[in-house]
């Protein structure tokens, strides 16, 4: 008799999950497939995987229900404490995104330095016109948050002969890599070249980067934001991207969706993808090995991973 039971809001992530047990662990769970997009017909369900995309949306459906674990197939929870009822203990899609994350900040530093914007809207155009453009080689790179995501990036940025410049909340030393403090940041600010930072969205962490922290980098430095769109002060970066002082690559931004009458999308000094950063083809195997393993933690009366808030 199945003594587990999982709901999966999908029918791919039900194959999925379902090819990576075995016999005697699926003798011993009950898979089934609930989108939380309504009321479930039962009061108990151990595991409950939210859905990628609408999580918060969905997670009031939880009220009522008796959950062992609420597993999201996202990185980032800074709207779950505002969404998830109470009696509910909420983990993370730590191990999931990071590759995808940094592959595409690579790609939007790479894109903006090397012009393809420019050289995309030349094609439409049939236009041939070189140019001359910034390499990525040899440039002073902040990462600007050093969890998964922003290790992820640094070790994807050392093949490009950058100097890399990690900084945290807390200076430390890291494997061997020197963390910077925040509160060393004005002083790293004038010689950043780039700027990526990966930053989770909260109080602390709410436009970051406003308009002295980007007055203070140099002319013609980039920003690039694959975190949370609230890190960066719309209206600075505006500002400084509209007079050509600064250029930026974001796949977040404040708000989201952009507006469609935002500034920011007619200017040429700026690159902007639609919170893309985890949506690749690694992400499918990827949670599908992180929920096997949450099952096979409660299974075995262990504690889960990644947890992260709770209710």
Known sequence: MACLTVSLPTARLHTDVTALLTADELAAIELFEWALDAAPDRDSIDIVVTPYTSATKTLPNLAGVSTTLVQSQSIGWDDVPGSLPAGHTFANATSVHEAATAELAIALTLASQRRLPLYVRQQIESTWRGRFSPSLADRRVMVLGYGGVGRAIAARLVPFEVEIVPVASTARDEDGVHVRGIDELAGLLPTTEILITSLPGNDKTHHIIDDTVLSALPDGA????????????????????????????????????????????????VLITPHVGGAASSMQPRIARLIVRQIRHLLASEAPENVVFVS
């Open 222 to 269: 980039l920003v690039v934001n694959v975190g949370r769109g609230v890190l960066i002060d719309p209206e600075a970066l505006a500002k400084h991207t509209s007079a050509g002082r600064l250029r930026a690559a974001l796949d977040v931004t404040d708000p989201e969706p952009l507006p469609a009458d935002s500034p920011l999308w007619t200017d040429e000094n």
